[in-house]
């Protein structure tokens, strides 16, 4: 059973429809929460107006609850699902019961940054883009506090991700894109890689990816796995035969390597790769 909590401020008469709704996803967040949506609320203000949905998985540390107390006051609605059903299932929820026309997911333990969410969402509307990644892996992006199997792991499953999207961090869980695209995706929300998922099935025109500086986790616990990897391994085969089953448009790529670089290039089709 999913259960929403809603927000005084959220209601259409308190205020205008948002610019953007960014999706937490949590399970056994509660040291990091509280800062997370401080810090994306103080982020957007004076740019953009936004709503926070907080999607949680029935955490036993109380993080639900918490969410709850954040949202008093705030344009913040809780969703609360009855157990752990995924990282992927619980972005795709969080982003049917979004406002607004842009919609993003930001993962709750600060590994990513909530003062980039403008630059992002600035850089969508500017270039005209369908979705904009977050990334580690062009120029001006990197992580730090990353132990060195996660970040191999994090590199082969970029680069096996190649054929199915242009965009060098494909594992990215910090994204935006448009709500239209994900209402037109047939995405199966399966794994931790929502992301991946849109890049693939969505009917995306433009991409951008912008680069930034991930943290790793100083709280809580990484919910990375062998299981997880293997579903990974299974979802990418799942979007290779569905891009060859179902032809589409080349994507046409920008790298947002500066405020005013931009690189344009066009995604090869699996034909041109020798699929």
């Not at 049917?96 to 590994?111: E, H, K, Q």
């Not at 242009?166 to 869980?173: H, L, Q």
């Amino acid at each position: 059973m999913t259960e929403v909590t809603p927000d005084m401020a959220s209601e259409p008469s308190a205020s205008p429809r948002p610019d953007l709704t960014m999706v937490i996803p949590t399970y056994n967040e509660l040291d990091r929460l509280d800062a997370m949506v401080t810090q994306v609320f103080r982020a957007c203000e004076g740019h953009l107006q936004v709503e926070v949905i907080v999607v949680d998985d029935n955490s036993p540390d109380g993080t639900g609850a918490l969410a709850d107390d954040l949202a008093r006051g705030r344009r913040l609605r809780v969703i609360h699902r009855a157990g752990k059903l995924g990282l992927g299932s619980a972005v795709i929820e969080g982003f049917a019961a979004a406002s607004g026309d842009v919609v993003g997911a930001i993962d709750a333990d600060l590994s990513h940054p909530p003062q980039r969410i403008p630059k992002l969402f600035a850089a969508l509307v500017a270039h005209d883009l369908d979705m904009v990644v977050a990334s580690r892996y062009i120029a001006g992006g990197d992580s730090f506090g990353f132990a060195w199997y996660r970040r191999v792991m994090s590199n082969v499953a970029c680069w096996l991700s190649r054929p199915v999207t242009p965009v060098r961090d494909a594992m990215s869980g910090f994204f935006m894109i448009r709500r239209t695209c994900v209402d037109r995706a047939p995405a199966s929300a399966r794994g931790f890689k929502i992301g991946l998922e849109l890049l693939g099935r969505a009917p995306l025109r433009r991409v951008g990816e912008m680069p930034y500086q991930f943290a790793g986790r100083t709280a809580g616990k990484s919910k990375m796995n062998a299981g997880e990897a293997l579903t990974f391994l299974r979802q990418l085969g799942a979007l290779v035969v569905h891009q060859y089953r179902t032809p589409r448009q080349p994507v046409e790529y920008l790298e947002l390597a500066a405020p005013a670089t931009v690189v344009v290039a066009t995604a090869p089709s699996l034909d041109e790769l020798g699929a």
